[in-house]
Structures are given as structure tokens and as C-alpha cells.
């Protein structure tokens, strides 16, 4: 198969330190990709794109709470892959984290991705792009509605980029990097070792300065940062409808997904893409609109749950409302009290039957 030539001579590399702040209090326990996405962690999505593409060596450069990866994946057998991790006593940063796996690295061409990132992305099409223009460099770029929170890079007629400007107040495009960068290796050895280094601050800068190849390959595919709440939830939705794709969610899309050790009961409602995680109870009458429920959570009847974050273990009161909210492991949330706009309750709080309210206009 074509497909599979180019990929196989390719290392992927996945950064996966970062502490995922916007996600506390979830990342106090888990970090970020292995937050349950659609029923499995978060990276499990992204290992079996990988996976798909043909590329089987995978090096995930880790920090915050390294363990945790290697506890679940292992070494990456079972999905058809080989896994290995390097681990950075003090968080070395983006380029740092790259800079640090490169003695494991065994082919020319290195595909490294953001490990945060739900996409869509032909990745093969990526790599026909990096080796067509001959690149040192070449970025998965994608065109966002509000481009301030992301690198901007404009590029030229020919795709090749002119500039990198990490989260400016000012972008000039709406074109923004989307977290998959081809590297040659060589290039990888010029990124100082053994101290913090962000590849977007300081190596693309660096790198465009020097006027090394480095180009853009465009598309209109899925895309999204998981990195808040929002995103998060919307992003779970979408895997579930089936509108981002996943190789693990193949035929089982639908309005709702339900593990097949939890308990909904009948006339509890599940619409625009919740999750109900492992050993998880739905009471009757329950509504969860667009809603992640990690595993061992118990909803009482008549609870009405929106685009919130659920995690593991939380009891939600009967004819309690949420929406917009985090709900951090173990909480308790009594009957008839209403969280919302963005509050997050930290793990193991109790608050009491009635305990919160909103008048109806707040
Ligand atoms: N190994 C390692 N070490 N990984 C790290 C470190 C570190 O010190 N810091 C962050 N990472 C990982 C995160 O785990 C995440 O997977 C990825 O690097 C990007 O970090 P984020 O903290 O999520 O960055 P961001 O979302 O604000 O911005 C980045 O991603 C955007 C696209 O999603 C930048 O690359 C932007 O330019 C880009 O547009
Ligand atoms: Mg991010």
C-alpha cells in the first residue's frame, strides 16, 4: 500500500508534559490526554490515528505526572505500536521536550504532535507535503475564528511560512499552527539540550531567522485544542456524533455513549454526545446534554446536566442543575442545587441539599 511507505520510515513524537492547568481541578489526578475522551484517554485517539497512518515507533516525551502514561499504554503492544517514553525531571518545555527524545530517535523524518489536539488531519498527506517541497520543517496549519490564543503563521503563495508569532494580541491571519510539526532530525540536534526551551518562542523564530525551509500544509479538516473545559466537552461531543473522527469509534456513533458497565436507566435522556463512563449510574428522568461522566459517578433522577465535565466518583443530587461546570473527583453535589457559567467544584467538596442557588434570571 503507498500509504504505508512514507510513514514507516517516520518516528512520531508526542509532548505530553504540560500540567493542563485550564483543566483543573481534573489534571490534579490525571493529566491531560488520559482524561477519558469518549470512553477511552484522551491519547488513545491520537495513538490510533498514528497508528492508522502506518507509523508504528512512537516516543512520547512526559513530565507531570509521567507514570500514569506508561501505566496505561505499556509498551504500546497491544495497539500495534512500540511506545517508548522519556521523562523530564523538570519540565524542559515544548522544544525541550523534542530536543530530549532525540537520542531515541531512529529515522530521518519526525512527526511530532501536540498531545492535546483532536484532529482530523490526513497525516500522510503531511508528510507528502514535507518531502514534495524538499522541507527542513513543515506545520500542520489550520484557519480558527479567533486566532489570539494560538501561534499565528502566515505563509506565502508557495506555503512557506513567514513568520511564527506565539499567542499574539494582534495576529495578522487567522491561519494558526495546529500542533503536528515534520521535522528533519538534523534540525532537532540544533535545539539546545538539557535547559527549557519553547519550539514556538524561540526554535521556529530561530529557525525562520536562519531561512531554513520550513512550510505549511493547510486543510479544513477537524481540529481543536482540548485544553479548556469547553473544548474538552465539545470535543467529546463531536468524537461521540462522529463528527471528529476517531479509528476507535468506527460504526458506534450516535447522540450518546454508554460503557457497557454503567446503568441508565429508562427514561433518563442522553442527547448531543454525553459519555457515561465505567460503573456509572443514571437515575430516571436525568437529562445530560453534551456531558462527559467519568467512571463510578452516580446522577440522581431528575438531574439536568449540560456541557460540564463530571469526574470520576461525584454524586449529583436528584433534580440538581449544572451547566457550564467542572466537577472535580468525589465531589458531592446535594439535590436541587444549580452550578453554572464556568464554576468548578474542587475534589471531594460537599455542598449540601438546596446547598447552591441561582435565582431563574441570574
Ligand atoms: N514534554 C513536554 N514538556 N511537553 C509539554 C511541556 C513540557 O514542558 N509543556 C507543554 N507540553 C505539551 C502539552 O502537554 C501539550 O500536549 C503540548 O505540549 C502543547 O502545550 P499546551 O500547553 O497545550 O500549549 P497551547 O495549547 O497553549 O499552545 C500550543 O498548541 C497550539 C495548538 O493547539 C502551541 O503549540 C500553539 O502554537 C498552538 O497553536
Ligand atoms: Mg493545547
Not at 490526513?122 to 475564528?145: G, N, P
Not at 540544533?190 to 521556529?204: D, H, L, Y
Not at 458506534?252 to 433518563?268: K, M, N, P, W, Y
Not at 461546570?325 to 465531589?331: H, S
Request: charged share 25%; with cysteine.
Amino acid at each position: 500500500m503507498i500509504q504505508e511507505k512514507i510513514p514507516c520510515s517516520t518516528d512520531a513524537v508526542i509532548l505530553v508534559g504540560g500540567k493542563g492547568t485550564r483543566l483543573r481541578p481534573l489534571t490534579l489526578s490525571t493529566p491531560k490526554p488520559m482524561l477519558p475522551t469518549a470512553g477511552v484517554p484522551f491519547l488513545s485517539h491520537l495513538l490510533a490515528r498514528i497508528k492508522a497512518a502506518g507509523i508504528t515507533h512512537v516516543v512520547m516525551g512526559t513530565s507531570y505526572k509521567a507514570e500514569v502514561f506508561e501505566e496505561y499504554f505499556g509498551d504500546g503492544s497491544e495497539m500495534g505500536l512500540e511506545i517508548e517514553y522519556v521523562v523530564e525531571e523538570q519540565a524542559l518545555g515544548t522544544g525541550g521536550g523534542i530536543r530530549n527524545v532525540y537520542d531515541r530517535l531512529r529515522h530521518d523524518t519526525v512527526m511530532v504532535f501536540n498531545g492535546d489536539v483532536l484532529g482530523g488531519t490526513d497525516l500522510t498527506k503531511v508528510l507528502d507535503t514535507h518531502a514534495a517541497k524538499d522541507a527542513d520543517l513543515t506545520m500542520h496549519l489550520v484557519r480558527v475564528s479567533d486566532p489570539r490564543a494560538f501561534g499565528c503563521v502566515p505563509t506565502d503563495a508557495e506555503g512557506r511560512v513567514l513568520e511564527f508569532l506565539e499567542k499574539t494580541e494582534d495576529p495578522p491571519t487567522n491561519q494558526i499552527n495546529a500542533g503536528i510539526y515534520v521535522f528533519k532530525r538534523e534540525l532537532i540536534a540544533t535545539i539546545p539540550p538539557g535547559r527549557p526551551v519553547s519550539v514556538e518562542r524561540e526554535t521556529f523564530p530561530r529557525l525562520l531567522e536562519e531561512g531554513r525551509r520550513v512550510f505549511g500544509y493547510v486543510d479544513q479538516s477537524y481540529w481543536r485544542d482540548m485544553g479548556t473545559p469547553d473544548d474538552f466537552v465539545r470535543g467529546s461531543s463531536d468524537l461521540v456524533r462522529g463528527i471528529a473522527p476517531s479509528p476507535l469509534l468506527e460504526g458506534r456513533t450516535g447522540e450518546g455513549l454508554i460503557d457497557d458497565t454503567a446503568g441508565v436507566s429508562d427514561g433518563a435522556w442522553l442527547l448531543g454526545g454525553s459519555v457515561v463512563g465505567r460503573g456509572s449510574e443514571i437515575g430516571g428522568g436525568a437529562r445530560l446534554e453534551s456531558t462527559v461522566v467519568f467512571d463510578g459517578v452516580k446522577v440522581e433522577p431528575g438531574a439536568v446536566i449540560e456541557n460540564s465535565i463530571i469526574g470520576a466518583g461525584v454524586t449529583i443530587g436528584a433534580n440538581a442543575r449544572i451547566s457550564d461546570c467542572v466537577i472535580g473527583e468525589g465531589a458531592k453535589i446535594g439535590a436541587r442545587c444549580e452550578l453554572k457559567g464556568g464554576m468548578r467544584v474542587w475534589p471531594g467538596v460537599v455542598i449540601p441539599d438546596n446547598g447552591v442557588r441561582f435565582s431563574s434570571d441570574a
